[in-house]
Nanobody, 125 residues
């Protein structure tokens, strides 16, 4: 599946952004989708994931209550609504797709088959 991430930008702490990830080339409804991020000098880390059903999204602890992952099947697009952004959220954000994944691997980058190009989010203090 081909993925195109967008929506990043420069914001101040406390602001909001919504990232989008447009998918093509595969039945979107059958794919588990995830967001990861990578800050300068750090490894890529899991942010959030949403299963094929759209139910029970999974988040890393640091974004719970601030970020919301969702998917629009009609538009073949996944979103990440990010509220109350903090400087430590600064990173390149990547969307990823996993046609076959088990719950225990939901936060493992290598479990995802396809990746978007990344979109930069910079949060100033």
């Amino acid at each position: 599946v081909q993925l195109q991430a967008s929506g990043g930008g420069l914001v101040q702490a406390g602001d909001s952004l919504r990232l989008s990830c447009a998918a093509s080339g595969r039945d979107f409804s059958r794919i588990t989708m995830g967001w990861f991020r990578q800050a300068p000098g750090k490894e890529r880390e899991f942010v959030a994931a949403i299963f094929r059903t759209g139910y029970s999204p999974h988040y890393t602890d640091s974004v719970k209550g601030r970020f919301t992952i969702s998917r629009d099947r009609a538009r073949n697009t996944m979103y990440l609504q990010m509220n109350n952004l903090k400087p430590e959220d600064t990173a390149v954000y990547y969307c990823a797709a996993a046609p076959r994944i088990i719950y225990s691997q939901i936060a493992v980058p290598s479990a995802y088959d396809d990746w978007g190009q990344g979109t930069l989010v910079t949060v100033s203090s």
